[in-house]
């Protein structure tokens, strides 16, 4: 190996390290081939949508949790819902879109109108949730691509499901504004803190 002093060692070392990988790879693959499937694995279709919907949830249960119940009926300007609306509203949603996906039709359980105090509301947010986790369970990927009636038109199961994550993101933006006016850390900025 002449010549260039160490640079032999590096690229031996460099072949050994990429030889360790790829044994370690097929290792894992072959292990994961021969384990005892419990579940099968969801769809990329389905899990990926599904990955963002539990994103979204946590944050929003996680908001929850740290907004004092003093602060539910805190609302920046008289226009715009409370705190507490917003979470009640939050949990309609999940019933509207869900609803359409799964059962073909709005769910109205009327939580915004119905629910008062943090605890009313955040019991009505972690069942709508929960009617929502069983929908994509039902999911499969041919029911998911079903096109079915939603505001006046028809659109994918699954394409419900993903307006029903921008439309749960779009009032978590309003409840980050307000945690960040009263001085709470919203839980999606926790990690660069």
């Known amino acids: 190996m002449g010549g260039s002093g160490d640079g ?21 693959s072959l292990a994961a081939q021969n384990a005892p499937k419990a579940e099968a694995p969801r769809s990329a279709l389905i899990g990926t949508s599904q990955g963002f919907y539990s994103f979204a949830k946590r944050n929003i249960l996680r908001s929850a949790d740290k907004i004092p119940d003093e602060l539910w009926s805190f609302r920046p300007t008289p226009e715009v819902r409370t705190i507490g609306q917003l979470f009640a509203h939050i949990a309609d949603g999940q019933y509207e879109f869900c609803g359409m996906a799964v059962e073909g039709k709005v769910v109205d359980k009327g939580v915004e109108k ?51 994550i921008t439309h749960t993101y779009e009032h978590y933006g309003n409840l980050v504004t307000y945690m960040r006016i009263k001085g709470i850390v919203p839980p999606s900025s926790e990690r660069s803190q």
């Open 114 to 164: 119905s629910a008062k105090t943090k605890a009313e509301i955040v019991a009505a947010l972690k069942d709508a949730f929960a009617y929502c986790d069983a929908g994509y369970a039902k999911l499969t990927d041919a029911s998911a691509v079903e096109l079915v009636s939603a505001f006046g038109q028809k659109a994918t199961r699954i394409g419900i499901l993903d307006f029903n």
């Open 8 to 28: 032999g060692n590096r690229t031996i070392i460099v072949l050994m390290k990429k030889t360790c990988f790829a044994l370690f790879v097929l290792a894992g």
